[in-house]
DNA sequence: TAATTTTGATTGACTCATCAATCAAGAAAA
DNA sequence: TTTTCTTGATTGATGAGTCAATCAAAATTA
């Protein structure tokens, strides 16, 4: 079996593996077995490759962000105006990639751990600050700075519990509706030029 | 030792302490022996009480469900106009009571078990019920239903996702300024009769 | 009231299962 | 043959749940 230059393959597997499987399961505490399992491989390769379960799991929040960012950059580099900087920030938040039941599921996980976990919460943290920072460069130009803030913080908000409330499934928003309900939203808020009655 | 009627002392004293450790750690994984010594007692008589750790869990968020009720009903009773229903909705979840750390933490942490466990997605299902039914009572005096629906997904969303930030500590969302926004948001919602500019 | 029985309250010690992490050894390239 | 992968087997720790035994108040009886 030993091909030469697996390690990529099998770490991008078994990232994979560990976001399947704590996605499914809302939670991280899932068996390096089963990631493994997963991945098809042993548990003891992922120990090989990663360290620790923490490491593994941390690579795999970081892949989390990494994606996003990804996805983030080209659809803000097309972005010509404010407002359409904005609604790009909201358009990638919930794109058919990231509000998918397992990522949501796999970033409320990571959420709770990082209460407790300093390395999680610090990447958490870049995940906010990049948020905040995308969002307040498309309202600064269109609102003054204190009202900015506001509705920066609020649209962070809306977007974080609308990704909550998918988490527990069972009908709940879809990403359409979602997109739509924080639109309509900045919409009222920068004085409604597109937006429905 | 043993005085009659210690019975829901120790109910009491071990959801309490459930809660406690729960909120602390940010997480449903702490042991029956933690909680047990934080009540006072042994773990052997957690179990005699409530037989299997979920169902200690499970006691611990029908608590913080009955608490959040509790508080609710006579907010709601003294609430004379729909805009002072939505206000009331609004103060109470942001109470000093219900909007404390460890109760936050012990919250999401609910959340995130409930992906899996079915009884306390049932409970959760039931805040989410009773929230937007309240929320709709207070906003269908002054919306079309189509857009009171829209009002109250939104204001839900607000609320958790409020509250997920301010599990993430650090000097986030105070009280006073999470009530102030989602008020702003109604305000604006309902013509801001009532509001800052 | 004093002795006796009953019963709720409580625990320490034990069992059993699970799981992360390690390690020595094997198989396939180079 | 050396290096790169890979695993089965093992270990050590932890934690849920059980059980037999103890303790002391309350109820009963004499």
Do not use: C
């Not at 407002?83 to 990639?97: I, Q």
């Not at 739509?180 to 409604?192: E, I, M, N, T």
């Amino acid at each position: 079996m030993p091909r030469l230059g697996m390690e990529p393959l099998r770490r991008r597997a078994l990232i994979d593996a560990t976001l399947n499987a704590v996605g499914e399961r809302g939670s991280l505490d899932v068996t390096m077995s089963e990631i493994a399992a997963r991945a098809g491989v042993s548990s003891a390769l992922a120990h090989h490759y990663f360290g620790a379960k923490d490491d593994l799991l941390f690579a795999t929040m970081r892949h989390l962000l990494a994606e996003l960012h990804r996805e983030a950059v080209p659809a803000l580099r097309e972005a010509a105006s404010p407002r359409e900087r904005l609604d790009a920030v909201v358009a990638v938040s919930f794109s058919p990639a990231q509000f998918r039941a397992e990522i949501v599921g796999a970033w409320l996980a990571f959420y709770v751990a990082a209460q407790q976990a300093a390395p999680m919460r610090r990447l958490l943290r870049i995940y906010a600050r990049r948020l905040h920072a995308n969002l307040m460069a498309g309202l600064t130009p269109l609102l003054p700075r204190a009202q900015a803030a506001e509705v920066a913080e609020a649209t962070a908000a809306l977007i974080d519990g609308l990704y909550i409330r998918r988490a527990l499934k069972e009908g709940e928003p879809d990403p359409v509706s979602a997109v739509a309900l924080v639109r309509s939203y900045l919409d009222l808020r920068l004085g409604s030029q597109g937006g429905q009655a």
